[in-house]
């Protein structure tokens, strides 16, 4: 079997690290950045502070903050991270424990802390990939990608008018790439802001996604999302084919599109009696098979 893992990141790494910051050796950290997170704050911060800045600089080895939250993952990563957490109990019950393939793909917030606590997983799955299978029983060393950044993603509510475009590209076309190859496509929707989650579950449904999974904060075990006959109806898809990259409104009337209903459910936009499928319409047309 080959399996790919698409892992939304948040930034429970850096809340976690807050409940014993005291414990933790940060010598050399900036002190505006010791300070916050000895205070609990530094996973809150919000996304236009300027030490989101800071925070990504810091994403690099050798950094003490970084190396730091490296030895802290290592120690328990379970406990650590939600979202290997949610690995953790996953591969753990996988009734597969040696792969063909085994690839994790992490996709933070864009801002500098989801960065950070993308870069610290990415960083403990390199150095420490077969320790963590050792400890779900999986003797498959797994390929861990760079992060992958959408644009926009939990930075502000304007996240939703070009996000999506930069959603589609990045993240339904490798599920749908990766179908096509053969693999199993999980994704573990866990961690990061609960609105862009959701529209990352839909779209995982929507490119068929093999399993989407959740640890559920009360019960603290893995719920497997059911998955829902979602679709993009094949009368829209072959409407908005029609539309292409734009064409007049009076000649879709006259072909028999219904333009008005395309509009409503915002799918595309009428500029001047022009009409063109909105941006991330387009892409995911773009990337969906035709029949």
């Not at 530094?42 to 300027?50: E, F, V």
């Not at 730091?68 to 290997?84: C, I, N, Q, T, Y």
């Not at 597969?96 to 990415?122: R, S, W």
């Not at 609960?194 to 999974?213: H, M, N, R, S, V």
Request: glycine content about 8%; aromatic content about 8%.
């Amino acid at each position: 079997m080959k399996l790919a893992i698409l892992n939304t990141v948040g930034t429970s790494i850096l809340s976690n690290m807050e409940r014993t910051a005291k414990n933790l050796n940060l010598t050399g950290t900036p002190e505006e950045v010791r300070k916050m997170l000895e205070e609990g704050k530094l996973s809150r911060l919000s996304p236009d502070d300027p030490l989101q800045d800071k925070i990504e600089h810091m994403t690099h080895r050798g950094d003490p903050l970084f190396e730091a939250a490296v030895d802290f993952v290592r120690k328990d990563p379970g406990r650590a991270s939600a979202e290997l957490n949610a690995l953790i109990s996953f591969l753990s019950d996988f009734p597969y424990k040696q792969f063909e393939e085994l690839e994790i793909y992490l996709y933070p917030t864009d801002t500098g802390t989801g960065k950070f606590c993308a870069g610290v997983i990415h960083e403990y799955l390199t150095r420490h990939g077969d320790e963590f299978m050792r400890k779900v029983g999986i003797s498959t060393r797994p390929s861990i990608p760079e992060p992958i950044v959408i644009k926009g993603l939990g930075r502000n509510i304007d996240w939703f008018s070009e996000g999506l475009i930069e959603l589609v590209d990045k993240f339904a076309r490798l599920i749908i790439n990766k179908t096509r190859n053969g693999y199993k496509v999980v994704v573990n929707a866990t961690a990061g802001f609960k609105p862009e989650t959701t529209y990352i579950a839909l779209i995982a449904q929507l490119t068929g996604a093999w399993k989407i999974i959740y640890m559920h904060e009360t019960f603290h075990r893995i719920v497997e999302l059911p998955k829902l006959p979602l679709t993009i109806q094949d009368r829209y898809i072959e409407e908005l084919r029609k539309i292409g990259q734009g064409t007049p409104l009076n000649a879709l009337q006259q072909m028999g599109v219904n333009v008005n209903d395309l509009i409503e459910r915002g799918l595309v936009t009428n500029k001047e009696g022009f009409i063109k499928p909105r941006e991330w319409i387009q892409k995911l047309l773009d990337i969906l098979p035709t029949t």
